[in-house]
């Protein structure tokens, strides 16, 4: 039976995001651009309402704990710069859509692995 951790619908509208962008970027339905960036924005905000969360509720008496959030939360954000600058809306096509989706599958990688890290620090 899985926990309740009070991060949960900050993912869950993260990874909701995620979803929403997999699905405009793949069938890029009239008007997906516009809707992307917004979706973009969403995502961010949700991740970084879920790292303040976790921020406030983390093991502060352990310097380890505490550092490997801090690493974590930066490699996302980092690594979500750079793919957004990267791959700005308006390249996104169906002639680059194979390096554009192995940018994504890093940085989805990434989002897994802080969110587990809250979950389990949490």
Excluded: C
Aim: hydrophobic share 35%; net charge neutral; proline share 3%.
């Amino acid at each position: 039976m899985s926990r309740y951790h009070s991060i949960d619908p900050y993912v869950k509208k993260a990874e909701d995001a995620q979803r929403l962008l997999r699905t405009l970027s793949t069938e890029m339905p009239e008007g997906w651009k516009k809707d992307y960036a917004g979706v973009r924005n969403e995502y961010r905000q949700a991740m970084e309402d879920a790292a303040r969360q976790a921020a406030l509720e983390i093991n502060q008496t352990d310097p380890e704990v505490i550092e490997q959030f801090k690493k974590l939360r930066d490699d996302l954000f980092s690594s979500l710069s750079n793919h957004q600058a990267r791959w700005p809306v308006l390249l996104l096509s169906e002639q680059r859509s194979v390096e554009y989706r192995q940018s994504v599958q890093a940085f989805e990688a990434k989002h897994s692995e802080f969110v587990r890290f809250m979950r389990q620090s949490t």
